[in-house]
């Protein structure tokens, strides 16, 4: 479905920018036990670190 989205950028572009974020670590492939042909892409636990660091800075400043 990713490669699909061509009203935000070309395929080409989206297989570069997603193999940019595959091998700095912030995204991971996960697949079905049911089909192994289908990946999904997920936060990875850095991305997830980094969410979570955000979040908690924006609650902070809210909550000023």
């Known amino acids: 479905e990713a490669m699909s989205l061509n009203m935000i950028a ?11 974020l595959l091998k700095a670590g912030w995204i991971e492939h996960q697949t ?8 999904y892409l997920v936060p990875s636990p850095k991305a997830m670190t980094e969410y979570d660091k955000l979040n908690k800075a924006i609650r902070e400043a809210v909550t000023r």
Not at 32 to 39: C, G, P, Q, T
């Open 10 to 20: 070309s395929p080409a572009t989206l297989h570069r920018k997603l193999n940019s």
């Open 32 to 39: 079905l036990d049911s089909n192994k042909r289908d990946k």
